[in-house]
């Protein structure tokens, strides 16, 4: 017998219309959510010794304060995806908006570790509704597949410009005011979506969305969390079996879930969704430019701070200086797009630049700090012009309906690419610094960089200075083996988008 619903219900495309003023200045509002969400991933790193000083949290609070956003973040995307499919992208985004603007004043004076750890998932829950929505969103407005390309490219950048900024924006506002500012900043953008949304924003949903399946909800919840857990801890704590068991637990529960997509009257997940023209390619090639993004980022941040000794505000004001060349790769990708360039060529090209980004990291000593700069540049550069294509490719073969479902199933891609990266360059990265270190060496400064520098901070001068000096070349060559293998994985990807999208014309929506 045919599951009646085994396939993804297929309306008539919109008409394509370029898009006015009304479009573009809402094409700006949507940036400000999106902006914000992905601050909020980084917005703690330097406020994180006033809380402790305020708050007096456990070592296990400290890192709920810091993981449950998140992970609370990625657990429900695909949820918040099909709801706001159901309701109303727009009706969904203004609820994120307001959940977002009262956890945020709830985070900024909360008195106590636990409120904090309740402020910080409701402002994941909110991040989750405001994700899948503005893209979803955007699917909408932009019928015209060229506008629709710059425009993802510009939340493509924007997206990654905010992780960066982030960072800074804590330091800078913890140095002048107090720690719960980094969260107040929040507020005037999200007063702004909400009154300005209403007014430019339409509203789209899918007419016939069939009942919801509730039981999907825990078992992608389920799928996802202990998957992202144990891939987090992996890098600093090594493959412990708990971890272990974490990631293969959460595989088990993604294989029921599946199953369950597969099977129910009304999935939570259309598997026709997955069989669009173009749809899964452009779900892997995400995750795994998610992995060579993620996976550099951590090696290039400790770097800046332990190895050439910045401090953490000077570290992350440095790392602004590779997003003028994220700001360039937008425009680039748009001009080739609108000459008609194939997109397999584009996003096979960016997948080339990135792997050519970690190819110069492969090249730097233990004073290197422009090339470093630059590697990371060209390397997320090249990430920026594989993402807005993919993203772009994805969101036009998806059928309007299902703008949000297929939004957020991207997001959590790049949540689980990001997640492995880190995991498994991580580890690589890890074992070459512990191979590398004398068996000698103190049994902290063995295990990690960070170890060598607490060590360090207790012998006498000559004797800390010779351990730090070993140390800091044993975490370079790491990273070397980290961009070795990143460049292989990237020059690998480059390939398989040439194969895999080579028949898929940019003009296709």
Same mark, same amino acid.
Request: hydrophobic fraction near 50%; avoid cysteine; glycine fraction near 10%.
């Given at each position: 017998? !045919? ?7 297929? *309306?008539?495309?919109?008409?394509? !219309? ?121 699917? *909408? ?55 300005? #949304? ?51 637990? #959460? ?48 090696? !290039? ?95 036009? *073969? ?5 703008? #949000? !479902? ?104």
């Amino acid at each position: 017998m !045919t599951n009646p619903t085994s396939t993804t219900p297929t *309306t008539p495309p919109p008409a394509t !219309t370029r898009a006015g003023r009304r479009e573009w200045t809402a094409l700006g509002v949507l940036m400000l959510p999106l902006l914000l969400v992905s601050m909020d991933v980084s917005v703690l790193y330097f406020a994180a010794p006033a809380i402790s000083a305020d708050l007096r949290p456990s070592g296990t609070q400290q890192l709920w304060i810091f993981d449950i956003y998140g992970f609370v973040l990625a657990g429900l995307l695909m949820t918040m995806g099909s709801i706001g499919d159901r309701i109303g992208r727009r009706k969904l985004l203004l609820m994120g908006a307001a959940a977002f603007s009262a956890a945020s004043v709830l985070a900024a004076y909360a008195d106590s570790a636990e409120t904090l750890i309740a402020a910080r998932a409701i402002l994941g829950i909110g991040g989750a509704t405001l994700m899948p929505s503005t893209m979803a969103l955007l699917r *909408t407005m932009f019928t015209d597949p060229g506008e629709r390309a710059k425009a993802i490219g510009l939340w493509s950048g924007v997206m990654t410009g905010g992780i960066a900024l982030g960072s800074v924006m804590s330091g800078i506002l913890v140095e002048h005011f107090w720690w719960g500012s980094v969260f107040l900043v929040n507020l005037p953008a999200m007063a702004l979506l909400l009154i300005l #949304g209403p007014v430019l924003l339409p509203e789209s949903k899918d007419p016939n969305p069939g009942r919801f399946d509730w039981l999907s909800v825990p078992l992608s919840m389920a799928a996802v969390l202990p998957v992202i857990y144990g891939l987090k801890e992996i890098p600093s704590e090594g493959w412990h079996p708990q971890y272990v068991v974490s990631v293969t637990v #959460g595989l088990l529960f993604a294989a029921l879930f599946v199953h369950r997509q597969r099977t129910s009257a009304s999935p939570l997940i259309p598997p026709a969704l997955l069989r669009g023209h173009g749809f899964t390619p452009a779900l892997v090639l995400t995750l795994i430019s998610a992995f060579g993004m993620m996976g550099s980022a951590i090696f !290039t941040t400790q770097y800046l701070q332990s190895v050439l000794g910045k401090s953490p505000l000077a570290a992350a004001l440095w790392s602004l200086l590779p997003s003028v060349l994220i700001g360039v790769a937008g425009p680039v990708t748009g001009a080739l797009v609108a000459r008609g360039v194939r997109r397999g060529h584009v996003v096979a090209s960016g997948f080339a630049v990135s792997s050519v980004g970690y190819a110069l990291l492969a090249l730097t000593g233990t004073d290197s700090l422009w090339l470093v700069l630059v590697a990371a540049g060209v390397l997320a550069s090249g990430v920026v012009m594989v993402m807005s294509q993919l993203t772009d490719l994805a969101m036009s *073969t998806a059928p309007v309906e299902r703008a #949000g !479902t297929a939004s957020s199933l991207l997001e959590t891609g790049t949540e689980f690419g990001g997640a492995l990266g880190m995991a498994v360059l991580g580890s690589i990265g890890t074992a070459i610094y512990r191979h590398e270190m004398p068996s000698s060496a103190p049994a902290a400064a063995h295990e990690t960089l960070g170890g060598a520098l607490a060590t360090a901070a207790r012998l006498p001068d000559r004797t800390a200075a010779a351990l730090l000096s070993t140390a800091r070349e044993a975490f370079t060559s790491g990273m070397h083996g980290v961009a070795i293998a990143g460049a292989v994985i990237l020059a690998g990807a480059a390939a398989l988008a040439a194969v895999t999208l080579r028949k898929i014309d940019v003009s296709e929506k």
